[in-house]
């Protein structure tokens, strides 16, 4: 199947400074990639849908300026936490697909601690 | 708008159990049905999917059968395992929304 990268997979920050998650869509060309923020008891919140060469669009309630999201290329988005706090602490998921009704392939996720 | 309702968990199972986790949906149009799994500290994994109504799809013992008529995509396993414990997402796309829908998730317990 297809395979979803992210890097890095664990990353211990400290509170001000801002951290990049890369997320790679290995052996397929993904139009759209999702960034996701999964809480404690599993659900998993839709931050985010970036398609390549335009503007994420945020889901309300995120913060654009905060969580900055660059689509540069069909196998690669960014996500930036800016500023980190330690609320921003969370498991960020990115998944990526081809069209619509294609099957979504999810990254291995991104712990996140910010002291 | 579209919607994924899952059963509340956690599921708790003795090993070789019989497993259902029930899933229905809302949608407009004809989406496509998922199940994803999920192993602790790991991301989603597509354990199985559904492109139109009386599809079955299949993966590792578990099926689950696009149900048009009573918009639902139950999950079923014959016999779970303990290393089967894990969170399952049902989820759809392609229906009313560009963006997937997802459920909550059930958590799954399997003990020896």
């Known amino acids: 199947g297809a395979v979803v990268s992210q890097h890095p997979s664990r990353v211990i920050c400290k509170s001000g400074t801002s951290v990049k998650i890369e997320c790679r869509s290995l052996d397929f060309q993904a139009t759209t990639m999702f960034w996701y923020r999964q809480f404690p008891k599993q659900s998993l919140m839709l931050m985010a849908t970036?398609?390549?060469?335009?503007?994420?669009?945020?889901e309300q309630g995120v913060e654009k300026d905060k969580f900055l999201i660059n689509h540069a290329s069909l196998t690669l988005s960014t996500l930036t936490v800016t500023s980190a706090h330690p609320e921003d602490s969370s498991f960020y998921i990115c998944s990526a697909r081809v069209s619509v009704q294609e099957t979504q392939y999810f990254g291995p996720g991104t712990r996140l601690l910010v002291l | 708008g579209d919607s994924v309702t899952q059963m509340e968990g956690p599921v708790t199972l003795s090993e070789e159990a019989f497993l259902t986790i029930n899933c229905t949906y809302t949608a407009t149009g004809y989406p496509s049905l998922f199940w994803y799994v999920q192993y602790p500290g790991e991301g989603l994994q597509l354990l199985l999917k559904?492109?139109?109504?009386?599809d079955k799809g299949s993966n590792k013992g578990f099926e689950a059968t696009y149900r048009k008529e009573t918009t639902s995509f139950h999950l079923e396993k014959g016999s779970v395992q303990v290393s089967d414990s894990a969170v399952y997402f049902c989820?759809?796309?392609?229906?009313?929304?560009?963006?997937?829908?997802f459920g909550r998730g059930t958590s799954l317990i399997v003990h020896p």
């Open positions: 989820a759809l796309s392609g229906g009313g929304s560009y963006i997937p829908t």
């Open positions: 970036s398609n390549e060469g335009s503007k994420a669009t945020y």
């Open positions: 559904a492109t139109k109504a009386d």
